[in-house]
């Protein structure tokens, strides 16, 4: 049974800074890409970063310059640390995972975090 368990939201004011986890449990596997998506109310959801198996990252252009996607294999973690925040950034973030167990690989979401951010 795989877990994904997002967390590090919250409420911050503009400028400030937040760091979102991803972590991924269960037996045997391994964390190929990682994508981190966001959604404002309404029902528009938008990627905002993506980190391959390779570490090579892209971002949604505006957030590029002031969010930075990561991982650590061995905790089998995706992170976004979010500086200089804006009220725009307002949303629910949730990690999107591709974990290969064996020579499979599935799909999975993290179950969402709120982000908050003040003017």
């Known amino acids: 049974q795989v877990q994904v368990v997002e967390s590090g939201g919250g409420l911050v004011q503009a400028g400030g800074s937040l760091r979102l986890s991803c972590a991924a449990s269960g037996s045997a596997l391994s964390i190929n890409a990682g994508r981190w998506y966001r959604q404002p109310p309404g029902p528009q959801r938008e990627l905002v970063a993506v980190i391959s198996s390779a570490g090579s990252t892209n971002y949604g252009d505006s957030v590029k310059g002031r969010f930075t996607i990561s991982r650590d294999n061995a905790k089998n973690t995706v992170y976004l640390q979010m500086m200089s925040l804006k009220p725009e950034d307002t949303a629910v973030y949730y990690c999107?995972?591709?974990?290969?167990?064996?020579?499979?690989?599935?799909?999975?979401w993290g179950q969402g975090t709120q982000v908050t951010v003040s003017s």
């Open positions: 999107n995972v591709e974990v290969k167990i064996g020579a499979f690989t599935y799909s999975y």
